[in-house]
């Protein structure tokens, strides 16, 4: 029963790790599309020229966070018999990006009630109301500096227990475990020096693309080798048994 459940949400999770890194890459890209950066005034103009646009990302940000509980809960039932206390770390990490990530789409939410031109913002002035969506649009960009921070930890735990199970290739769970520390520790360097963002742009990330794209579709196609393990596992041990008794009995001299 265990490694039919193990099946089963070793599936679910393949086809979540495509389908939350497609809504989080188109997520981005619409985003990416309207803020222009260190110009508040563009970035308005542009958000109220595209509102729609503008929601439906944010939507789309919320269907991730969504997914990407899912995703976690799955990975938690693959992963449980190979380390129970691990396994629940890295979900409780992960769990952690996630409620960060929720609360900084209210950051964008923020950002555009400034620019909706709503009576009661008459009192401010219109460059001051730019510059205050502006602010909460980077907020909500370093909340997801701190979200990936915990999805780099999480991610890399999930990738080591991976790599001990053998359920999916050993090259592949290493892959994960490098490309998710690298998206944690460069994600913390970027926050304590902030100019090193523009030197690595997107770069850190690119792995840990390659790593979740790989893996879901591999989750979703092969699935786990649950049962290849437990007979490998057997080989091993009887081979190891073998040796000896076969060595004891040539050990042994004939009786006169």
């Not at 679910?12 to 497609?22: D, E, R």
């Not at 890459?25 to 646009?53: C, H, K, M, P, W």
């Not at 930890?153 to 690298?182: D, M, N």
Request: hydrophobic share 55%; charged share 10%; glycine share 8%.
């Amino acid at each position: 029963m265990t490694e039919i459940k193990q099946h089963t949400a070793a599936r679910v999770a393949g086809f979540l790790y495509v389908l939350t890194n497609v809504t989080a890459i188109f997520a981005f890209y619409t985003r990416g599309q309207l803020r222009v950066r260190g110009d508040a005034v563009q970035t308005a103009a542009n958000i109220a020229g595209s509102e729609r646009l503008f929601r439906i990302g944010t939507v789309t940000e919320l269907i991730t966070v969504a997914a990407v509980i899912m995703l976690v809960a799955a990975l938690y039932v693959v992963v449980r018999p190979v380390n129970k206390d691990l396994a629940i770390l890295a979900a409780f990490w992960r769990l952690a990006e996630n409620c960060v990530l929720a609360v900084a789409t209210l950051h964008a939410s923020a950002a555009l009630a400034l620019l909706s031109g709503a009576d009661y913002l008459r009192v401010v002035d219109t460059q001051q109301l730019q510059a205050l969506a502006y602010t909460f649009l980077r907020v909500h960009g370093t909340g997801y500096n701190v979200g990936f921070v915990f999805l780099g930890l999480g991610s890399t735990v999930f990738s080591y227990l991976l790599f001990k199970s053998r359920y999916i290739p050993r090259a592949l769970a290493a892959l994960g475990i490098v490309a998710s520390s690298l998206l944690a520790v460069v994600t913390l360097a970027i926050m304590i020096f902030p100019g090193l963002a523009a030197v690595v742009s997107l770069a850190h990330m690119a792995p840990m693309g390659i790593y979740e794209f790989t893996l879901g579709f591999w989750l979703l196609f092969k699935g786990i080798r649950t049962q290849a393990v437990c007979a490998a596992q057997l080989t091993l041990s009887t081979s190891r048994k073998t040796p000896n008794a076969s060595g004891h009995k040539r050990g042994r001299k004939p009786s006169a």
